[in-house]
């Protein structure tokens, strides 16, 4: 996982500022010139750590229903499954064992640290649990520079996912920018070799690989003398990664904060985590290199393959809260709507030797979604996290050519995030994102739904009332005549960490099912006011 500089850091100071106001959100209607492309229906996706896997999934004699039952909920909204990413950190220490009897056996020496994953035939089986169709995307190992290795884990992966039509795309290496001393030419070298010569020898003749895997943030500002000399998805392309046309997609990870050393963790906050401008800038960032991508690539061509909130497993008390699924709403959404096409969220556990100064060893990571066993960090739980992608699999349903637009605060005609000193009044706090169907008679002259959003903190442990703010939605209706719909993504505080005190229009999601009366409004008004630290889906 990536150990941040603290230079992106430093400029995001607090902004902190208590609301009770009124936001009029300002047409026209018509799709905007900045949508996005058709939104890809797995947008909301998880990368699963390669040596977690089987506590995540289970296996055929003991399958994880929690986790299955979560991963069918998603489905269900969207009729298309999230995708899966086996790999991470521990992806570069697996290695395939084809007469191993066990699915997957991690190696721990007597420190505790965990040394290296094999992988036997029967692994498959645990993917074989997955909702029918999910699509995988498998990461092979890069830092041992064994080719030979590396060959066998794809080609049991390809024998085995390949006929299922399940098999999406190929990694080698994960963050190769953190080891082997690799520039964007010597990385190439290597992995196009390799790419090219196991697609020949599967027999492969269209893309199937997704390059670079890559964890650095883009240096500031993009003219900078060495922007160009970093390792990641572009530059390989330019130093001719797809001479041989191998490369499928491409994919870099993305955490805004960490956890890694001390410096980091004091940064690592709840009110710096949840605030609009700072997650914008940061995932601004990118746009360059998304532009890039879709342009030699495809409209598809650029993922986030491996992203959360706090690298280093995440921070107790942020991570693991309300406010991080109002965080993570809102920047698979501001993703989306900068055509990062699938956003893959990274679900594993603290692992040995990644960083001495770390704050977290050992358990599962105070990041994920939920934890589907017990383990010394807590027993077997969702988070409030998990009901943000829920939004999110609402928002798209199963609309094939739904597309969005940040409708507040809106970007400036460079294309980057519209700031506070910039026409953003509130903050940071107040967050407006649109969505046009153009399948439906209505689509280019009026949305379908918006998505609103109250990142406002407001604690349960907090004294006082609770601040209320409003937005004013009615250039956005065409027919006032008809009623909204609201659904609402909820819970006491934002520093709440427990499942069943977050739902989701109405329903808590903490066994895996949902529990209680599932509940929509239905009002006149074009006035929708969220409470701090909430967030509404609006049908129009």
């Known amino acids: 996982m990536p150990l941040k500089s603290l230079s992106t850091l430093l400029f995001l100071l607090p902004l902190v500022r208590s609301l009770s106001t009124t936001i009029k959100l300002s047409g026209p209607p018509t799709i905007p010139a900045d949508a996005s492309h058709a939104l890809h229906p797995a947008l909301g996706s998880f990368s699963i750590e390669t040596a977690f896997f089987e506590e995540f999934i289970g296996n055929a004699s003991a399958p994880n229903r929690l986790s299955l039952d979560l991963l069918e909920n998603l489905r269900a909204r969207t009729g298309v499954p999230a995708e899966i990413r086996i790999g991470g950190i521990t992806a570069d220490s697996t290695y395939w064992r084809p007469n191993q009897k066990e699915s997957l056996v991690n190696f721990i020496d007597a420190t505790g640290a965990l040394r290296n994953t094999t992988i036997g035939p029967n692994f498959w089986e645990s993917i074989g649990l997955l909702p029918e169709g999910t699509q995988i995307t498998m990461n092979l190992d890069l830092r041992d520079l064994d080719y030979d290795g590396a060959l066998n884990m794809a080609r049991a992966t390809y024998d085995a996912?390949?006929?299922?039509?399940?098999?999406f795309a190929m990694e080698i290496g994960n963050e190769p920018d953190h080891y082997l001393a690799f520039t964007p030419q010597n990385y190439t070298n290597i992995w196009g070799t390799w790419a090219t010569n196991i697609s020949r020898s599967l027999g492969v003749k269209s893309?199937?690989?997704?390059?670079?895997?890559?964890?650095?943030?883009?240096?500031?500002?993009?003219t900078s003398p060495q922007a160009p000399k970093q390792l990641?998805?572009?530059?390989?392309?330019?130093?001719?990664?797809?001479?041989?046309?191998?490369?499928?997609?491409?994919?870099e990870h993305t955490y805004q904060y960490s956890v890694c050393d001390p410096p980091r963790i004091a940064v690592a906050t709840l009110p710096n985590l949840v605030n609009h401008?700072?997650?914008?800038?940061?995932?601004?960032?990118?746009?360059?290199?998304?532009?890039?991508?879709?342009?030699?690539?495809?409209?598809?061509?650029f993922v986030i393959g491996e992203y959360n909130s706090v690298s280093c497993s995440g921070k107790n008390g942020v991570s693991n809260t309300f406010g991080q699924a109002l965080w993570l709403l809102d920047t698979t959404l501001y993703g989306a709507s900068l055509n990062v096409s699938r956003m893959y969220i990274h679900q594993g556990g603290p692992l040995a030797l990644q960083s001495s100064t770390q704050l977290n060893h050992g358990g599962l990571s105070f990041y994920d979604l939920w934890y589907p066993v017990q383990n010394q960090n807590g027993g077997i739980q969702v988070f409030p996290s998990y009901s943000a992608y829920l939004f999110i699999a609402e928002a798209l349903g199963h609309s094939k050519t739904l597309?969005?637009?940040?409708?507040?605060?809106?970007?400036?005609?460079?294309?980057?995030?519209?700031?506070?000193?910039?026409?953003?009044?509130?903050?940071?706090?107040?967050?407006?994102?649109?969505?046009?169907?153009?399948?439906?008679?209505?689509?280019?002259?009026?949305?379908?739904?918006?998505?609103?959003?109250?990142?406002e903190i407001f604690n349960q442990t907090q004294a006082g009332q609770r601040p209320v703010s409003t937005f004013d939605i009615s250039a956005f209706r065409?027919?006032?005549?008809?009623?909204?719909?609201?659904?609402?993504?909820?819970?006491?505080?934002?520093?709440?960490?427990?499942?069943?005190?977050?739902?989701?229009?109405?329903?808590?999601?903490?066994?895996?099912?949902?529990?209680?009366r599932m509940v929509e409004e239905v009002q006149s008004s074009s006035l929708v006011s969220l409470s701090a630290s909430e967030a509404a889906l609006v049908f129009l």
Do not use: M
Not at 161 to 167: D, E, S, V, Y
Not at 425 to 444: E, H, I, K, M, N
């Open 161 to 167: 996912l390949a006929p299922k039509n399940q098999l």
């Open 207 to 222: 893309p199937l690989f997704q390059i670079a895997a890559t964890a650095e943030d883009p240096l500031w500002p993009y």
């Open 232 to 251: 990641d998805c572009i530059s390989a392309l330019a130093a001719g990664a797809n001479k041989d046309n191998i490369v499928k997609s491409c994919s």
């Open 277 to 301: 401008t700072r997650l914008a800038e940061y995932l601004d960032l990118w746009q360059p290199r998304i532009k890039s991508a879709r342009s030699q690539l495809g409209d598809h061509g």
């Open 403 to 455: 597309h969005i637009s940040n409708l507040y605060p809106g970007r400036q005609a460079n294309g980057s995030s519209i700031t506070t000193a910039l026409g953003d009044t509130s903050a940071g706090q107040l967050v407006a994102y649109g969505f046009w169907d153009t399948s439906l008679p209505s689509a280019r002259s009026s949305p379908t739904k918006l998505a609103l959003l109250n990142l």
């Open 478 to 516: 065409s027919r006032t005549s008809d009623p909204i719909r609201i659904r609402r993504l909820q819970a006491p505080g934002a520093d709440v960490k427990l499942g069943n005190l977050t739902t989701w229009a109405g329903q808590t999601f903490a066994s895996g099912l949902p529990v209680g």
